[in-house]
């Protein structure tokens, strides 16, 4: 097989191993699956994309690619946002978009064995048929992989009280770099052998093994009574001290999101939904307490929206107003999109820091003449400002990157971390070189010279 380089050979090659309907090298293509949203990182066209439908199929398909020296870059939907799923010069993008199983559901014991390329949300449905919850739900829940979530740590807007995606894998099935394939982790409530493997590959973006297979942790549906506190703030500042004081407070709500006016306009112009057009920030909680515990604490929530400037504060237990306002959270990152290309960030502060960080954003944005929307899980101070430029504009482009390196370097001042939920992938290896530091630097080189000491998995990707 030597010598093999263009993607028509490869493809010859690689039809040997797998159905050559699933087998893709026309440059159509290869442009479709170069890049994931994030394509403000740097990407190429790959030799092939592979569209993989059994653990047994990526081994052979990796140890193709290591006989070769070809990269692999892992891919789930390719809605990641940090450039995670880009492709580089000889790569094969191995995509697990069409492994979709439910493997077993155990009511018994409360967990989902799953392929990885199963949409977030069809495991939280299939679940809700037996009973049980799945938590992690980012707001690409509907568009987003399991196997994806995982590489990323994804968390969402619920795990401010519930935790993220690490909080529910409790195993997986890898394939390594040598083509062997492994089980990690169990299916017992707890289980304390040997290193935690299953940890490790979760927030490694793909760059330590191919994730094929899940075992998550599923709770309870029943047992929630959710109620919507609502509140319009005149500033992002005074949402930031609401979000602090809720903290203070030493309240838990099961949501809050924070949306501001450019988001808002965004949405309801391109949903035509009703939306509040008189508030600079919107802050939506959730609390789901059962009982008088959760009218207690919903008036508590409401109490400190007002007391932080909130007007028009609302509380309601109607499901159908509350599932459209969060509807519209959800909304903002592909509204804001059609009004350019959007360079995301995922910066993370302790939650007593929001409100220096919402007054930073602003300052960079007035600084570099860049528009900066903000959407956040303000509850656990991830941040989401959104820069944008418009489609083609190479000054604005490029000023944008300026405000985008330096709110990185105030998060990491204020003590927070360059990704929450997003992973690194290409866009914030810079910052998160800096996070990490010199020496625990070295130790995921270790690591990674460990398990895929021929860097055939996403190499460059997650540290520098």
């Not at 009004?339 to 995301?344: D, E, M, Q, S």
Request: some cysteine; overall charge negative.
């Amino acid at each position: 097989m030597a010598g093999i380089t263009t993607p028509e050979r490869i493809g010859t090659e690689l039809a040997g191993l797998i159905p050559f309907d699933r087998v893709l090298t026309d440059p159509e293509a290869l442009a479709r699956y170069s890049h994931d949203r994030a394509d403000w990182a740097d990407f190429t066209a790959p030799l092939a994309v592979v569209l993989v439908v059994t653990a047994d199929e990526v081994s052979a398909v990796v140890r193709f690619a290591a006989a070769l020296g070809i990269r692999i870059v892992p891919r789930g939907a390719g809605t990641g946002l940090s450039g995670g799923a880009n492709a580089m010069a000889n790569s094969i993008v191995l995509s697990l978009e069409l492994m979709t199983d439910v493997i077993e559901l155990n009511t018994a014991e409360r967990y989902a064995v799953v392929q990885a390329g199963l949409i977030n949300d069809d495991l939280r449905a299939a679940a809700a048929t037996v009973g049980l919850w799945y938590p992690p739900d980012p707001a690409s829940s509907a568009i987003s992989t399991i196997g994806g979530n995982a590489a990323t740590n994804a968390g969402g807007i619920c795990c401010v009280k519930y935790g993220v995606t690490r909080d529910y894998v409790l195993g997986m099935q890898v394939v390594l770099a040598d083509g062997d394939i492994v089980q990690l982790g169990r299916r017992t409530a707890k289980g304390a052998t040997g290193y935690d493997l299953t940890g490790l590959m979760v927030g490694s973006e793909g760059t330590l093994g191919v994730i094929t297979q899940l075992t998550v942790k599923l709770l309870p549906l029943g047992g929630r009574d959710e109620r919507a506190i609502v509140g319009y703030f005149p500033s992002l500042d005074s949402a930031g001290e609401a979000v602090a004081a809720v903290a203070r407070a030493g309240i838990i709500p099961a949501a809050l999101e924070l949306v501001d006016r450019t988001c808002l306009y965004a949405v309801s112009e391109w949903q035509g939904v009703d939306l509040p057009q008189n508030a600079d920030t919107l802050l939506l909680a959730k609390i789901d307490e059962p009982g008088a515990r959760g009218d207690e604490l919903s008036l508590q929530l409401a109490d400190i929206f007002r007391a932080a400037g909130g007007a028009d504060v609302q509380q309601s237990s109607d499901s159908d107003e509350t599932d459209r306002l969060f509807q519209a959270r959800r909304l903002a990152y592909p509204a804001l999109e059609r009004l350019g290309p959007v360079l995301t960030e995922d910066i993370c502060v302790p939650r007593a820091a929001v409100p220096m960080m919402l007054a930073s954003i602003q300052e960079s944005a007035a600084r570099h003449v860049v528009v900066i929307a903000n959407i956040a899980h303000a509850g656990d101070g991830n941040l989401h400002p959104l820069i944008i430029a418009p489609e083609g504009d190479l000054a604005v482009k490029a000023r944008a990157k300026l405000a985008f390196d330096e709110i990185i370097a105030r998060c990491l001042q204020l003590g927070g971390t360059v990704t929450g939920e997003h992973g690194v992938g290409l866009l914030k290896l810079p910052g998160a070189a800096v996070e990490l530091g010199d020496r625990v630097g070295r130790m995921h080189h270790a690591v990674k010279d460990s398990l895929d000491p021929e860097h055939l998995f996403n190499p460059g990707k997650a540290f520098s």
